[in-house]
């Protein structure tokens, strides 16, 4: 004891020299084991298999299904379409009473706005036609066109097929143009199209009354005037002109007009009607009838009203509670992969990478090596070694015994990474990345130096 404390005392830097020298080969040997891809382990045969653009077609051949969500997830809420229009109101009985003399009031004046696209219209869309060669050489469809008609639905959108729905209702004919102009550039849709309303149902006027044909008629491009609304419904039929009239309900109020005045001023037969208007030929002064009638024409038309909103209501109720089911039965779904009770594949991660993890792999989809690799963080330059990265597969078929298969990349050529990006996983794949021969040398050296600095310390202190 005396005579190493005093060697050892004065001369370190031997003591340093001469510990080294003893403690390397155990450090090398067992201060540190790297890990690393074996032919045979553990009486296990183990395949080595270069990964080409040839072997990738061979490793994908492999059967796997990717598990499917649940159809909870594949479903969404909706309901049905509300009720249409009802039928017109039955026209009240012409009384007997003599009238007394007429006076004219008319409404205010009224200019008429372009039309609005409403509810239940229907919009023709028009876009070009292909044809052969030699009809376009010829030019013989110059004039073709495709067109294609859609109703505006109580949303007031239309749904137009592969591309998806867009709201016109109540804009202007232009404005719905600019505005499926855009919907068709934000699709990648060639925007060439023309607009135009094929029929028009969403906006009414009402005639009644002494007519040979009570009738309602849509408010269309060109506003209606009251001309025109009596000759639609086959003209007046009245039994003497000094005593009939004719009668405008709008906006609450009742307006009347003689049916001589009529007759001789062409002013009266040009007054513009709009959307709601009821317009009744009365034989009578008999203004509580007529009046009986207007109101029944807008009882009708807001029960009809109501009726669309307590559908729309009910449908908005019974989208709710779907909406609410469709959302419980996913987050228990959630919750059971959480806790573990839903199966599922996973490939695990190992060796020199930024995190070793059990990585999940995707519903409905295949997953690639890039997506485990670069999904999990990538490997650390520094540590890693690009040129062997391996994917250990063990074989499914119980007469190999275990035996697995070693799809090498040597990634030290980037461009084999994108053979990482067609190569596909299986479950219980292992992704192993072998490290850098100088990083096994460093840790062993930061192992053993600790060892190497206290032992001259601890044998000078004996």
Known sequence: MTYRRAGFGAHPLNALALAAGLL????????????????????????????????????????????????????????RQGPGLGALPEAPEVPNAQPAALETRLPSAYEPQPYRIGIGDVVLLATKQNGTSVERLSGLLAAQTRRQGYTV????????????????????????????????????????????VSEFNSQRVTVGGAVRQ???LPVTLTPPVLGEALT??????????????????????????????????????????????????????????????????VDVIRLRS???????DMMQAEMALRRSSLDERRENFRARADLGAEPRDYVYLAGEVERQARVPLPYGQ?????????????IPTRTGNPGNIYVLRPSANPTD??????????????????????????????????????????????????????????????
Not at 256 to 285: C, H, M, S, W
Not at 306 to 312: G, P
Not at 455 to 462: F, G
């Open 24 to 79: 390397l080969p155990a450090a090398c040997g067992v201060v540190y084991t790297s890990p690393d891809v074996s032919r045979t382990a553990g009486g296990v045969d183990v395949r080595e298999i270069a990964l080409t653009p040839e072997t990738v077609i061979l490793a994908n051949r492999s059967p796997y299904s990717p598990r499917d969500l649940p159809r909870e997830f594949h479903s969404a809420a909706s309901a």
């Open 153 to 196: 639905s109580d949303d007031g959108a239309i749904s137009i097929p592969d591309i998806g729905r867009v709201e016109i209702g109540g804009l202007t004919l232009q404005e719905a143009q600019d505005e499926i102009f855009r919907f068709l550039l934000d699709n990648q849709v060639d925007p060439a199209f023309s607009l135009e």
């Open 214 to 216: 009570p009738a309602r």
């Open 232 to 297: 639609a419904a086959g003209g007046a039929s009245v039994r003497d002109e000094e005593f009939a009239s004719v009668r405008l309900y709008r906006d609450g109020t009742l307006y009347q007009i003689p049916y001589e005045d009529y007759l001789a001023r062409p002013a009266l037969q040009d007054l513009p009607l709009k959307d709601g208007d009821a317009v009744f030929v009365d034989n009578t002064y008999d203004l509580d009838r007529a009046f009986d009638f207007y109101r029944q024409e």
């Open 401 to 462: 015994f275990g035996a697995v298969t070693a799809w090498h990349l040597d990634a030290r050529n980037a461009v084999n990474i994108t053979l990482a990006t067609r190569m596909q996983m299986r479950p219980n794949d292992i992704v192993f990345v072998e490290e850098q021969p100088v990083t096994t040398w460093n840790r062993v050296i930061q192992q053993f130096v600790p060892s190497l600095l206290t032992t001259p310390a601890s044998i000078a202190a004996r």
């Open 306 to 312: 109501q009726a669309r909103m307590d559908t729309l």
């Open 366 to 378: 295949q997953a690639t090596l890039a997506d485990v690799l670069y999904g999990e963080g990538g």
